[in-house]
Structures are given as structure tokens and as C-alpha cells.
């Protein structure tokens, strides 16, 4: 199992529809999460961290469920500048980069 | 404006040579790091930098080499060692080291292609 997974996509969705990603991880001592958004051939840019309250930015919702160990986000009304890949992050918590893992992310395409 | 960049854009090399792709920051932040993406990937650590003059490294660091003798300045160097080097190759920063993990700020990228 990879340590971090998200469904690949792509996710072709109308303009204006409603649409949400899980992100699964394996590693139940992960202590942070995060939702980056990368633009093709762009470098990636932060979306959202994920708290465990949850928290919502405008349009975006991001959720964290410990005991199932996934994190979700959700765009509502979503806008054809929503289309690019979007990565979940999940960070280890100990002092060592390598427990930083990106997931391969999930792609979403928005039709006029 | 404060941010990292990286050069060049686009680089393309001869299999066998070495090549140094750059990575500079104005961020003032003391972590380093450099990724390594393939398509339909995630990013993969290649080797990371918590201090000037250490760096450790990560899940892929064979036929790769770094250097951090300024803070600013963290070049991974693409040895001829590199079985597959085609790839894009990011470089970001974070102001504290891995454990305290804040928003990781990223370089544009710089895209190699190996001939």
C-alpha cells in the first residue's frame, strides 16, 4: 500500500458542479495535511492545510478523519481556473524530510 | 519580491555529462530541499538541507549531489551515476526544518531532458 493515495482522476466536472477528492495514508502518527494545487508543467502552491476541525476557504472545504485516515476536499461552484492537478500532503511529524510524502494527485478538468 | 528561483527553465544534456541545476532563495528560511517529479507522480525527495553546510539524504539521493555553503544557495548536481535523469526537478524551502512543517514554498521548476 502507498503511503499516501489519491485517485488519479480525472475528474471532468461542468462549471458551477460540485466536487470533492479523498486522500487515504497509511501512517496513523501523521501529524500534518495539506492541500496543494499544481498547474501544468507549474511548480506546486499551497491550496489549504487541513486542521482537524476542519476549515473552509471561500469555495474550499478541507476535512481530516483520523480514525479512517483520509483527507477530503470539497470546491463548490467550481470555476473552469479550478482545472490544474491537486496534491495531497501528509507530514510524519518527526524532524526528517523524508517523512514529507506528496501523493501523485488528483487531476480535475472543469467544462464550460 | 521575496520567493526561490531556480535555472534554467529548461536544460537539456548529453547522457554521461554532468549537469547543476540552480536554486537560490531571498526567504531568509533555513530548510532546503529538492524534489524530483515524473508524470502522474508525486514528488520524490532527493536531498534536504536544515542548516548551511549540512544536508541529509532522502528517498532517492543515488547519482545526485548537493552543496548549501550559503544559506541562500542549495545547486543539486545530476551525475552521470543518474540511470533515468529526465525529469522535472523542484527545489523548495520551508523557515524551520521538516519537523515543524509549515507551508513549503517552491521554485518554478526547472524541466531536464537527457539526450
Known amino acids: 500500500r502507498k503511503e499516501v493515495e489519491q485517485d488519479p482522476g480525472p475528474f471532468n466536472v461542468p462549471e458551477g458542479a460540485t466536487v470533492a477528492f479523498n486522500c487515504t495514508y497509511s501512517?496513523?502518527?501523521?501529524?500534518?495535511f495539506f492541500w496543494y494545487r499544481q498547474d501544468c508543467r507549474k511548480e506546486p502552491k499551497l491550496l489549504m492545510s487541513?486542521?482537524?476541525s476542519g476549515n473552509e476557504d471561500g469555495r474550499f472545504t478541507a476535512q481530516l478523519n483520523r480514525a479512517s485516515q483520509y483527507i477530503s476536499l470539497l470546491i463548490r461552484d467550481s470555476k473552469l481556473s479550478d482545472s490544474a492537478t491537486y496534491l495531497c500532503?501528509?507530514?510524519?511529524?518527526?524532524?526528517?524530510?523524508?517523512?514529507?510524502?506528496f501523493g501523485s494527485g488528483t487531476r480535475l478538468s472543469i467544462r464550460p | 519580491d521575496g520567493g526561490i528561483t531556480q535555472s534554467p527553465k529548461y536544460l537539456f544534456r548529453k547522457e554521461g555529462q554532468n549537469v547543476t541545476l540552480s536554486c537560490e532563495q531571498n526567504?531568509?528560511?533555513?530548510?532546503m530541499y529538492w524534489y524530483r517529479q515524473d508524470p502522474g507522480q508525486g514528488l520524490r525527495l532527493i536531498y534536504y538541507?536544515?542548516?548551511?553546510?549540512?544536508?541529509q539524504k532522502g528517498d532517492i539521493a543515488e547519482g545526485y549531489s548537493v552543496s548549501r555553503e550559503k544559506k541562500e544557495s542549495f545547486p543539486l548536481t545530476v551525475t552521470s551515476a543518474q540511470k533515468n535523469p529526465t525529469a522535472f526537478y523542484l527545489c523548495?524551502?520551508?523557515?524551520?526544518?521538516?519537523?515543524?512543517?509549515?507551508?513549503?514554498?517552491f521554485g518554478p521548476g526547472t524541466r531536464l531532458t537527457v539526450l
Open positions: 523548495a524551502s520551508t523557515p524551520a526544518g521538516p519537523g515543524d512543517y509549515n507551508e513549503q514554498f
Open positions: 501512517n496513523s502518527a501523521s501529524q500534518s
Open positions: 487541513v486542521y482537524s
Open positions: 500532503v501528509v507530514n510524519g511529524g518527526y524532524s526528517s524530510a523524508s517523512k514529507i510524502i
Open positions: 526567504l531568509n528560511h533555513d530548510a
Open positions: 538541507s536544515q542548516i548551511v553546510n549540512d544536508f
